[in-house]
Structure formats: structure tokens, C-alpha cells
Nanobody
Framework: VQLQASGGGLVQSGGSLRLSCAVS????????MGWFRRALEKEREFVAAINWNGGMPTYASFVEGRFTISRDSASTVYLQMNSLKPEDTAVYYC??????????????????WGQGTQVTVSS
């Protein structure tokens, strides 16, 4: 599958953004999807995941209650980000895997990544 992330930008602290990840290629419905982020000089970290059928949304503790992952039938996955903080500043990447646990527990095995979209939150 090919992934195209979009929706990043500059927002003030407390603001909102919605990231989108358009999926093309093989059957979208087969894949679990996730969002990750990498801040400057930091390691990539897991943000959120959703199963192939829209179930089992899972979040990192630092975004719980502020971010929402969802997917539609038109091959797009979203990350709604509310109450953004300066520490949310990072490049956000979407990812796809046939196995949900690969997204959540073994991201090193993920082979399908989007190109990343920059999110900058000013204080």
C-alpha cells in the first residue's frame, strides 16, 4: 500500500488539527492503521492505532483524551488532535500493517509508511 499524509501545520497551544492519511494500493480494509511521531532529536514514538474494522482504538498515554483516531470506507485514516501542546510538535507519520499488534507492539516490522507531515504547536 501507499500512504499519503496531510493536514499538518502551525497552530497555537490549545488549538486543533486534523491529520489525514490517504491509502492506495491493496485493499484498504485489510490493514490496521496507526500514527507515529518523531520530534526533533527524539526517537519515533507511537501515537494511536485502529484495527482494520475501525475497532480497538488505542492511544499513547500522553495523547489519551485529546486525540482521536478514525477511519472511513474511502481509504482514509484520520487523527483529530485537540488541546494541542507545544510538546506535540513533531513530524507525524501514518503507517499500515496487516496485523494490529504490529502497529501497537512491533512497529519495527512495519513496512508501509507515509511521508510525514509537520505539526508545530506554538506556546
Amino acid at each position: 500500500v501507499q500512504l499519503q499524509a496531510s493536514g499538518g501545520g502551525l497552530v497555537q497551544s490549545g488549538g486543533s488539527l486534523r491529520l489525514s492519511c490517504a491509502v492506495s494500493g491493496r485493499a484498504f480494509g485489510r490493514y490496521a492503521m496507526g500514527w507515529f511521531r518523531r520530534a526533533l532529536e527524539k526517537e519515533r514514538e507511537f501515537v494511536a492505532a485502529i484495527n482494520w474494522n475501525g475497532g480497538m482504538p488505542t492511544y499513547a498515554s500522553f495523547v489519551e483524551g485529546r486525540f482521536t483516531i478514525s477511519r472511513d470506507s474511502a481509504s482514509t485514516v484520520y487523527l483529530q488532535m485537540n488541546s494541542l501542546k507545544p510538546e506535540d510538535t513533531a513530524v507525524y507519520y501514518c503507517a499500515a500493517a496487516e496485523n494490529y499488534n504490529t502497529i501497537v507492539r512491533r512497529p519495527a516490522l512495519i513496512r508501509s509508511w507515509g511521508q510525514g507531515t509537520q505539526v508545530t504547536v506554538s506556546s
